[in-house]
Structure formats: C-alpha cells, structure tokens
C-alpha cells in the first residue's frame, strides 16, 4: 500500500520554527516531484513549495519565500520543509503531495498522491 505519511506539526509560538517530515512507503517516490501544501479552515488546499525529482528544482509560494525551505532524503524515501518565522498566518493543516511532474504540483492538478496532514498551529 503506498502511503505518504506526514509528522512533526504542533504548536510553536510566532517567530518559531518547525520542521515536518513526509516518510513515503509501499514504492519509492525518487522519481516523482514532491510537494507540501495547506489548507486553512474553510479554504481550498493551497500550494506552499514543491522540489523536483532530481531535487534541483524548488519553488515556493510568495507567501513562505525566504522563510520555508524544502528538501529531500532519497535514501529515506523522504520529504521535509523547514518552516522559520513561523507566524500566526501559518495555522493550517500542511500536506505532502508527490506528482510526476514540478507542474502538477504548483498548479494542484493531477496530483497522483496525497498525505493525510498534520496540524501546524502558531500563536501569537
């Protein structure tokens, strides 16, 4: 069964960091481009930054330029994004996402999986 499986959310205070995982099994994801995206309450998914297959390529949204970074661990099927200078704006359940193509997953279109979320919480 393939499975993305996101840890390391919580509650951190504002100008705090955080850094969630995303640990991929039932097939290797070296192939794919990975992506985290959130969600806030009543609001459609949003992308937040993505890392291509080989790992050269990284985008984020404006949003989290400069303070979120992405990377990934091949060897451990991995995915991760360090979040700095987290502020209470950030409050949203994050996803990790893995898609053929750096462009599926900035465009959130055919994206072929999805993690279950973790809560990310950030208080003033």
């Known amino acids: 069964q393939v499975q993305l499986v996101e840890s390391g959310g919580g509650l951190v205070q504002a100008g705090g960091s955080l850094s969630l995982s995303c640990a991929a099994s039932?097939?290797?994801?070296?192939?794919?481009?990975m992506g985290w995206f959130r969600q806030f309450p009543g609001k459609e998914r949003e992308f937040v930054a993505a890392i291509s297959a080989s790992g050269g390529t990284t985008r984020y949204a404006d949003s989290v330029k400069g303070r979120f970074t992405i990377s990934r661990a091949y060897t451990q099927n991995t995915v991760y994004l360090q979040m700095n200078s987290l502020n209470p704006e950030d409050t949203a359940v994050y996803y990790c996402?893995?898609?053929?193509?750096?462009?599926?997953?900035?465009?959130?279109?055919?994206?072929?999986?999805w993690g279950q979320g973790t809560q990310v919480t950030v208080s003033s």
């Open positions: 996402a893995a898609a053929l193509e750096l462009s599926r997953l900035i465009n959130l279109k055919s994206i072929s999986y």
């Open positions: 039932g097939r290797t994801f070296n192939g794919y481009a």
